[in-house]
């Protein structure tokens, strides 16, 4: 009887003993069997992550290549759109563009700044050779001498041509201000003959039959 219950528990323990290292053996195996898709599936992201670096990257280096080049032809009013960047280089992009902005404008008024001077000086200078000129043929146009001579028609032409000259100069002192227009009725005949005979060494073909008056500056007409 003590035999037949010793062989009894002996084939219990035995039982109890070899049952848990099936199961272990069984998820060890599972585990083995996921581990190459988990490394699969690393290795596809990080694939995927390289090349939206890469193509990153790449639009940024176009962005530097575009306004390298708006800044070696001088555009400073070229813009960059500031959508499907990095929050932090959005920022950058704007003040780049509101940069160029302020570069422009500085640019545009230090180049009619010297267009003013520029002008001043070439207006001061026009005016001291033209005015001695318009001088000396209103003294002539009044002399008997000239009066009802061939040099009459030359001497008024220089005259008025060298008044419309002064006038023009006066009115372009300041560029920032548009030229005052003076409407007046002007004679074609005498404008076109003032014409040729400045211009004699020309052949001229002139019709004023239907027209011999025009609304306009005469100060403009030269």
Known sequence: MVTIVRNLNITTSHHHNTSPPHHHNISTSQHHNMAPYIIALLTALLVVLFVLEWRHQRRLSTRVHLMREALHNRDFMFRLPTDSIMPGERELQKMLNEMGGEINQLMARSEVESW?????????????????????????????????????????????????????????????????????????????????????????HVDLANVQTLHADASMMH
Request: a neutral charge.
């Open 116 to 204: 003013q001077r520029l002008t001043r000086v070439l207006t001061h200078e026009i005016m001291n050779a033209v005015t001695p000129i318009q001088s000396i043929t209103q003294a002539y146009i009044g002399s008997k001498m000239v009066k009802g001579t061939p040099l009459e028609e030359g001497i008024q032409a220089i005259y008025d041509t060298s008044r419309s000259l002064s006038a023009f100069v006066e009115s372009y002192r300041k560029m920032t201000q548009l030229q005052t227009v003076n409407l007046e009725e002007i004679d074609l005949q005498r404008l076109v003959t003032n014409l040729q005979t400045l211009y004699h060494n020309l052949t001229w």
